[in-house]
């Protein structure tokens, strides 16, 4: 395997795509309140993720509302939209 990963390393072919620590995950929460169609629960979305522990109060609240496969889809999504512009920005090609 570490030949191969050498290979990937100097290769510029490949390029290293955003990190966690680059990706503004508060962004994409705040983002998905704005989608969901219940105002209250959009309310309630919107008041957790402005308070303390926002991670921890936005989870709890997308799970009580039933809403967590449909954040982690919109999470999915949304990082491969990062991908691509990170990708359309270096001009490589992608799948």
Wanted: glycine residues 4%; negative net charge.
């Amino acid at each position: 395997m570490l030949p191969k990963i050498r290979e990937v390393v100097a290769s510029d072919d490949w390029v290293t795509l955003p990190t966690k620590f680059d990706i503004h995950e508060w962004e994409i929460m705040r983002r998905f309140g704005n989608t969901v169609r219940d105002a209250d629960v959009a309310d309630r979305i919107d008041r957790a993720i402005h308070g303390r522990a926002a991670f921890r109060m936005f989870r709890a609240t997308i799970e009580e509302a039933g809403l967590l496969d449909e954040w982690f889809e919109f999470k999915r999504e949304a990082l491969r939209g990062i991908a691509r512009e990170t990708l359309e920005e270096l001009n490589m090609p992608y799948k």
